[in-house]
């Protein structure tokens, strides 16, 4: 019943052989490109049994490998070692990328398939750019593990839910008018909502198909006078049916979008050329390959309703602010528990449970946003380090314990990141947390002219590292959603260039680290929130209002490598926290959060 790897792979290449294929490359995605999939879409754990986030594994007639990336070199080695799947360690020197080495592997003239739900548009057409050179085919028709796969996973069936208009801050008629607004403006006749988050946003449901993001796996499509949603019936109840056809919205089977398009296609009036308009990066191949080829497409750089959604509308904002302050609060409290509790040889995974239990016991919480991560010493450096039993370290009342932790709550998702000191820490310690911080201070305080982007900022948060000849090895700072996913563009904080300009009511993170591998890891995140500045005859000028409200470690601060400014700053940030958050904790927990709020 229960195949072995190497007789899962066996399988594969058995199906192979017989559907005339020479490469099969298995991706983590689903068919909407989200960075968190249902148990369904987990093919690539399936064929391998490596169970990481994001991971590619190829597969030829007599070979198979497994690409994962640096934060999981470990796993990947426990848990490739002995299943006849090679490790590649992605970036290590003299490693090829996936594609390469799968273009190298196939004969000329050869066939190279993969599922084509699971691979977005444009990822396709860059792949398929590379396999001209060898004259090579793309099967994207069939999906190969599905076919072999004993007791997969069936699609997640959970109702979705309405979102009120309350929490939104606007209907989703209003919404649907938008987008039909901007439709008019492409001449374009029917939008296609591929991501989940955008589905749920536009329509204002919530679901539960995927773990600490309230999504369900749907498609939307708007015209300019209807508006369908593609989505398991048995996932809508006659209520929320109810609801959605009152503005206009019909629900129709997740599966009959193909065949909706078709029948757009025939019933149109003579001559008429349709214009889809959507984002190629969250529509699948095969699903591109399924539109009908008389259609124009109107190929967006970013999706309209991604840019939306990007933008926090008044209501949202105000929300996101009091969800902050519950959170801190919760935060608060871990502090001075990890603070009480540093000599009881406690676990990370049993400060993890207990962050998580008091996070979802708050009023409207739905859950936390992603897995806590809680290293501590060496494990702070493991970037996505996340604890697991019986693995997971003792603390000690001694260094740093670094928590990275969110929420989801019906006011707004939150993100934080503290890095907590359990005890005496060394100078090297002290050192590398107060530039971590200078960096997390000065992107924070950043005032900058409207047309700017999150690369232009990013130098902001290096620069007290890279003074030193430092660095952390990612991004800056990623958009959040708002009751949905946790990263969720367009904007974000980071050197590789990003185009998309900030502009007030974008909600990013601000997360430098410093990451001493074998010692320990400091990270600092807060959430920000774009609001307007200044207007003068230079221009309009935004800047970065912190809504995280939680204290930073003092314990860990050199105030001497602080500039008089900056340690203004945390004073004032520290007053604020006190001001929001002490009027939610007991008195005990208010003391201690007046003790640790004290100006440096
Ligand atoms: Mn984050």
Redesign the pocket.
């Known amino acids: 019943m229960n195949k072995s790897v190497p007789e899962r792979v066996k399988a594969l290449q058995a199906l192979m052989a017989e559907k005339g294929m020479d490469t099969y490359v298995v991706l983590s995605s689903d068919a909407h490109q989200s960075e968190y999939v249902a148990e369904y879409w987990r093919a690539r754990a399936y064929i391998s049994g490596f169970t990481g986030s994001a991971g590619t594994v190829v597969v030829t007639k007599d070979k198979a490998a497994c690409w994962v990336d640096g934060r999981y070199f470990l796993q990947g080695e426990t848990q490739l070692a002995g299943t006849g799947v090679t490790l590649m360690k992605m970036g290590e020197p003299g490693v090829p990328t996936w594609d390469d080495w799968a273009l190298a592997e196939t004969p000329a003239n050869g066939t190279i398939g993969i599922d084509g739900r699971t691979i977005g548009f444009s990822q396709a057409q860059m792949l398929k750019a590379k396999m001209k050179e060898k004259d090579l085919k793309l099967s994207c028709q069939e999906d190969l593990v599905g076919m072999i796969w004993e007791g997969r996973p069936s699609l997640p069936d959970a109702p979705i839910w309405d979102f009120p208009a309350s929490y939104a801050g606007e209907s989703r008629k209003e919404k649907i008018g938008r987008v039909r607004e901007h439709l008019e403006k492409k001449k374009a006749d029917y939008y296609l909502v591929a991501s989940l988050e955008s589905s749920a946003w536009l329509l204002n449901f919530r679901g539960d198909d995927i773990h600490d993001t309230p999504v369900a796996y749907a498609f939307t499509l708007v015209g300019l006078d209807n508006c369908d949603l593609f989505i398991e019936p048995v996932k809508v109840t006659e209520e929320m049916k109810n609801a959605l056809a009152e503005d206009g919205v019909t629900v129709r089977g997740y599966g009959d979008l193909l065949a909706y398009m078709a029948q757009i296609e025939a019933k149109k009036p003579e001559g008429k050329k349709i214009r889809i308009d959507l984002d190629l990066r969250f529509i699948n191949q095969l699903l591109v390959e399924s539109i009908p080829t008389s259609w124009d497409m109107v190929k967006e750089e970013t999706d309209a309703v991604i840019m939306m959604k990007a933008v926090k509308n008044q209501t949202e904002q105000e929300n996101v602010r009091k969800a902050h302050v519950k959170d801190g609060a919760v935060m608060v409290q871990l502090l001075k528990y990890i603070k009480d509790h540093a000599a009881d040889d406690l676990t990370e995974c049993d400060y993890a449970d207990w962050l998580d239990a008091k996070r979802r016991s708050q009023e409207n919480a739905l859950g936390i946003s992603f897995e806590t991560i809680a290293g501590y010493g060496p494990n702070g450096a493991i970037v996505h380090y996340k604890p697991e039993r019986p693995e997971c370290a003792t603390i000690k009342p001694e260094g740093f314990l670094l928590v990275?932790s969110?929420a989801q709550y019906m006011e707004g998702t939150t993100?934080i990141?503290r890095t907590i000191a359990c005890g005496p820490l060394t100078d090297e310690m002290k050192e590398a947390y107060t530039l971590v911080l200078k960096g997390h201070l000065q992107l924070g305080h950043a005032i900058f002219k409207e047309g700017i982007t999150g690369t232009n900022l990013d130098v902001l948060a290096r620069k007290p590292l890279w003074d030193k000849g430092l660095d952390y090895k990612h991004g800056t700072?990623?958009g959040?959603g708002f009751v949905l996913s946790?990263?969720e563009g367009p904007q974000n904080i980071s050197f590789g260039l990003n185009r998309i300009k900030l502009v007030p009511g974008m909600i990013i993170?601000d997360?430098p680290g410093f990451y001493p591998t074998g010692k320990f890891g400091v990270r600092i995140?807060n959430l920000v929130m774009v609001m307007p500045h200044t207007e003068n005859e230079w221009g309009k000028f935004f800047r970065l209002e912190a809504i995280t409200y939680c204290p930073y470690e003092r314990e860990a601060i050199v105030k001497e490598m602080l500039t008089p400014e900056e340690t203004h700053w945390v004073d004032e940030y520290h007053r604020t926290v006190y001001e929001k958050v002490a009027p939610l904790l007991d008195e005990e927990h208010r003391a201690f959060l007046a003790e640790i709020t004290r100006p440096l």
Do not use: K, L, Y
């Open positions: 990275d969110g993100d990141t700072g990623h959040v946790v990263h993170s997360e995140e």
